[in-house]
T-cell receptor
Framework: GQQLNQSPQSMFIQEGEDVSMNCTSS?????WLWYKQDPGEGPVLLIA?????ELTSNGRLTAQFGITRKDSFLNISASIPSDVGIYFC??????????FGTGTSLTVIP | GAVVSQHPSWVICKSGTSVKIECRSL??????MFWYRQFPKQSLMLMAT?????????EQGVEKDKFLINHASLTLSTLTVTSAHPEDSSFYIC????????????FGPGTRLTVL
């Protein structure tokens, strides 16, 4: 299947700091989604992106669909302890299925 | 809206038995449901894509005779792990794509399967 490279793999930050993570692929995607997963639970959708160049916010979260359609990034501003978790990007090619990134594990130190 | 449920949330079974996991879209119709498998600290691996009323499409390396998928209605898909073995122990997560509306998928809470 398609491989989405997500970086960084893990992050340890102080509460209040901003966070940035990104996802890249060798393929062109039509849709990018960003999810957060807490331990033992299913992923929860954070932001969905449908057009190249699109910049979308959801509270302290902002995500962008790269112009080349091969990448996307997610920013979290003013991090808080409940932001802890694993963040996944997912991209969709033509058709139904989405392919997931390798995940970014975020730890927020109070 | 867009709630997906899974049942059971946790199951322990003996080696050689079969286990059925249900995935339901509670407040929307899902023409397509996906089944994923996730090992600890790893990403989600797509197992199969299930379309209502038709046979599931399995990803390469996934045994269709071992992981039986049925998508009998627009709100229900089931995954049956047949003759389960300890190596099948994993976290199984389903997701559903809405029939109408935006192109996205919503995940269930997952099912933790432990095979003794």
């Amino acid at each position: 299947g398609q491989q989405l490279n997500q970086s960084p793999q893990s992050m340890f930050i102080q509460e209040g700091e901003d966070v940035s993570m990104n996802c890249t692929s060798s393929s062109i995607f039509n849709t990018w989604l960003w999810y957060k997963q807490d331990p033992g639970e299913g992923p929860v959708l954070l932001i969905a992106l449908y057009k190249a160049g699109e910049l979308t916010s959801n509270g302290r979260l902002t995500a962008q669909f790269g112009i080349t359609r091969k990448d996307s990034f997610l920013n979290i501003s003013a991090s808080i302890p409940s932001d802890v978790g694993i963040y996944f990007c997912a991209g969709q090619l033509e058709g139904n299925q989405f392919y997931f990134g390798t995940g970014t594990s975020l730890t927020v130190i109070p | 809206g867009a709630v997906v449920s899974q049942h059971p949330s946790w199951v322990i079974c003996k080696s050689g038995t079969s286990v059925k996991i249900e995935c339901r879209s509670l407040d929307f119709q899902a023409t397509t449901m996906f089944w994923y498998r996730q090992f600890p600290k790893q990403s989600l691996m797509l197992m199969a894509t299930s379309n209502e009323g038709s046979k599931a499409t399995y990803e390469q390396g996934v045994e269709k005779d071992k992981f039986l998928i049925n998508h009998a209605s627009l709100t229900l898909s089931t995954l049956t792990v047949t003759s389960a073995h300890p190596e099948d122990s994993s976290f199984y997560i389903c997701s559903a794509r809405e029939r109408r509306g935006v192109n996205t998928q919503y995940f269930g809470p997952g099912t933790r399967l432990t095979v003794l």
